[in-house]
């Protein structure tokens, strides 16, 4: 899923463009519904051979990224229905998105697919959702046709393994970040100890040098355990 999920989150982008309030609805969904559809190019969901092979005609005489604005036109035909749907049922929601409405007017489809595509490029999608696609993507490394034509296999061997690691360092930094979160979280209530002891510290300190009557050796004990919980917390970071 990690080198989906990416292209599956032009979606989103793709539909505030269209119709911000159809998005906004759906913002609490997430796009995993249009995963079978647009990884199978729609096979998986039409099987009628006359028009997968109409539509197959259409994707690939186009860039790659088209399937996702043919999946947001999808959702925008159904504006209606899923506006009745409670924004707060994501599961419900996700139910429908997953499944493509039958008949499909595949002609209409593909015109309004290509008037969408055109008035909201990739490049103007809002939230900078394309600059989070890499650039060894198929989604960009197939747009110019010229260069197209020219890429080798080994080119494309190439990109795969270059996303292939960017992916693999995405995950590895993921799993660092939910690590620390869950450490946070685990240690919300030391850490807050600790900083009440830095405090204390911090004043022990002050009146030591300022008031005779605070003698130090009775906050040894104090410095200590500072030190003591500081050096626990950051090595539980580091890990």
């Known amino acids: 899923m990690s080198g989906t999920e990416p292209h599956l989150h032009l979606l989103p982008a793709v539909l505030f463009a269209a ?16 995963l079978p559809a647009t990884l199978t190019l729609y096979a998986h969901e039409i099987e009628e051979y006359g028009s997968i092979s109409r539509l197959f005609d259409f994707l690939l005489a186009n860039e790659a990224v088209i399937s996702v604005y043919l999946f947001a036109v999808v959702v925008i035909s159904r504006r209606d229905e ?33 008037s969408l595509f055109h008035e909201y490029p990739p490049e103007k999608l809002p939230g900078r959702t394309w600059s989070g696609i890499s650039s060894s993507s198929v989604l960009k490394t197939t747009r110019d046709s010229n260069k197209l034509s020219q890429q080798t296999l080994s080119d494309g061997e190439r990109y795969f393994k270059k996303e292939a690691a960017e992916i693999q360092r995405r995950d590895v930094l993921m799993h660092k970040q939910r690590q620390v979160q869950a450490l946070a979280r685990r240690y919300r209530r030391p850490v807050t100890w600790t ?6 510290a911090i004043f022990a300190l002050y009146f030591r040098n300022y008031s005779p009557q605070y003698p130090s050796a009775a906050w040894g004990p104090v410095f200590v355990e500072v030190r003591h919980r500081l050096i626990e917390f950051w090595h539980r970071l580091a890990i």
């Open 19 to 34: 119709d911000p309030t159809l998005a906004r609805h759906l913002s609490q969904t997430q796009p995993f519904f249009a």
């Open 82 to 114: 899923l506006l009745e749907i409670e924004a707060e049922e994501p599961e419900m929601l996700h139910s429908i998105l997953s499944k493509l409405p039958k008949p499909l007017d595949l002609d209409s489809l593909i015109q309004r697919t290509v």
């Open 195 to 200: 900083g009440a002891a830095v405090f204390a």
